[in-house]
């Protein structure tokens, strides 16, 4: 995927989670923030960033800030990119594991159960669904989610295991904002609950895949699989 109009910029502040002030051009300007989450080793005052611009006078802020330098790596923070870019690499053709042939169908946003999940998808003999989930943190080479509890994607991992024992296959999906990983592994420290839903989610036979991606300043790309550590 692709971003237009993207500037390089430093990060000042972030005064809440939607917005920060970089400079950029020479200007102290706001940009929204496309990440609600805490990101809060990658936001360090000083820190060289990407804003994109929009033209659009109606937007509240003429800056989106999108990416982040982390100790020489660009690390993607838009929390929209990950489904965008996951759908491009399924329509694009990727085999998944188990999987021999391409997705025939692949729909967005559809309703099993009692929540909307990222991906509804056909195989020639196979049917299933897909949760995405985007990844930003990590320490030492070793990727973590989450950064911040969160009841919404517990809720996605009990029902991606209720398709599993009803047949369907299932699949989570951790795609690393970043490359040169070492592994993902769930935060236990931060989400224990999470981290045990999803032990149990893999034991009910949901995959649960992670995938670095190749990161630039105006794009983003799946790039390969990366080892999941439970």
């Given amino acids: 995927m692709r971003y237009h109009s993207v500037e390089p910029a430093v990060f000042l502040e972030r005064p809440n989670r939607f917005i920060a002030r970089v400079i ?7 940009a929204h ?9 990658l936001l360090i005052p000083g820190a060289r960033v990407y804003v994109q611009r929009h ?3 109606a937007r509240k802020t003429a800056l989106s800030l999108i990416a982040v330098e982390k100790d020489g790596r660009l690390v993607n923070i838009d929390s929209q990119a990950p489904n965008a870019v996951w759908q491009e690499a399924l329509a694009g053709g990727l085999l998944l594991p ?16 009692d929540s909307r999940l990222d991906f509804y998808i056909e195989w020639p003999e196979v049917r299933g669904w897909m949760e995405v989930k985007g990844v930003t943190l ?14 919404r994607g517990r809720r996605h991992l009990r029902e991606l295991s209720r398709a599993a024992r009803e047949g369907w296959y299932a699949a989570v999906v951790f795609v690393i904002q970043m490359e040169g990983v070492s592994y993902f592994t769930p935060h236990r420290q931060t989400d224990p609950a999470f981290a045990d839903a999803l032990e149990e989610a893999v034991r009910c036979g949901v995959a649960a895949l992670a995938y670095d991606c190749t990161v630039e300043p105006d794009g983003l790309t799946i790039r390969n699989s990366v080892e999941v550590v439970l």
């Avoid at 950029?24 to 706001?30: K, Q, S």
């Avoid at 923030?33 to 080793?41: A, H, L, Q």
């Avoid at 990590?138 to 009841?151: C, K, L």
């Fill in 24 to 30: 950029c051009g020479g200007r102290e300007e706001t």
């Fill in 33 to 41: 923030v496309k990440n609600t989450g805490r990101c809060r080793e």
């Fill in 55 to 57: 033209r659009n006078p």
């Fill in 98 to 113: 188990g999987r021999p042939e391409a997705a025939a169908l692949i729909r967005r946003e559809a309703v099993f159960g």
């Fill in 138 to 151: 990590e320490e030492q080479g070793v990727v973590r989610f989450p950064d911040a509890p969160t009841e």
